[in-house]
């Protein structure tokens, strides 16, 4: 039924997250393919990251789907608010690394900003994040989400569709250039966010 092997895999099969795969690599994964436009509509549109709560799947179905892929986001390890209302969240990913989102308000210009790496190898003066040197690249699925938390917990449910996403927070993004371009094919997918490009920015040094 599914076919969601990954180069990931060690001596057991790790779990894929959802986050990384675009619509169309995920409808070559599942049969029958009408499946993935359920799942990803599940996932994105209705922010559901529980298989169990996909009830328009089968169970037999969800149960496969549960031992192969992951839909769930990472913990908040810390959250630091501003008296702006802007909201910083420092995130667990599964290796135990930190990456760093924030929220900024702004009426109906909300705008989201995720970081490409754990650190930055750059050390540019002006930034703090170079000072803490280069760990490692984000996956995709770790930079899109960074986005879905935010935007599950701090875009109001009739403007799911009206925020903004900048490139410049932990990290220089063009030195994560295919995991960014596979970040931006996934954004952009009307079967998910459907994000605009304009409504992306992308800040490079």
């Known amino acids: 039924m599914t076919d969601v092997n990954d180069t990931q895999s060690t001596s057991c099969q790790l779990k894929r997250s959802i986050f990384g795969i675009t619509h169309p690599d995920l409808i070559g994964m599942l049969n029958p ?23 328009n799947l089968p169970k037999t179905f969800r149960q496969e789907l549960k031992s192969n892929l992951d839909i769930t986001l990472p913990r908040i390890h810390r959250t630091f608010e501003a008296d702006d209302g802007t909201r910083r969240y420092l995130l667990q990913l599964d290796d135990g690394d930190m990456a760093e989102t924030v929220f900024i308000p702004d009426g109906d ?3 989201i ?22 760990t490692r690249n984000l996956t995709p699925a770790e930079i899109v989400s960074q986005v879905m938390v935010v935007r599950k917990l701090d875009i109001e449910i009739n403007s799911k ?19 960014i371009m596979q970040v931006l094919r996934i954004l952009h997918d009307p079967v998910g966010l ?11 040094v």
């Open 33 to 55: 393919n009408y499946r993935a436009t359920q799942l990803y509509e599940a996932v994105y549109k209705q922010e559901l990251d529980d298989f169990d709560r996909i009830t």
């Open 109 to 111: 210009r909300n705008t």
């Open 194 to 204: 459907n994000m605009s490009m304009s409504r992306v920015t992308l800040s490079t």
């Open 161 to 179: 569709d009206q925020f903004n996403i900048v490139l410049m927070g932990m990290g220089e993004p063009l030195h994560n250039y295919d995991n």
């Open 113 to 134: 900003c995720v970081s490409s790496q754990v650190g930055c190898a750059l050390a540019c003066g002006f930034c703090l994040t170079g000072q803490l040197g280069f």
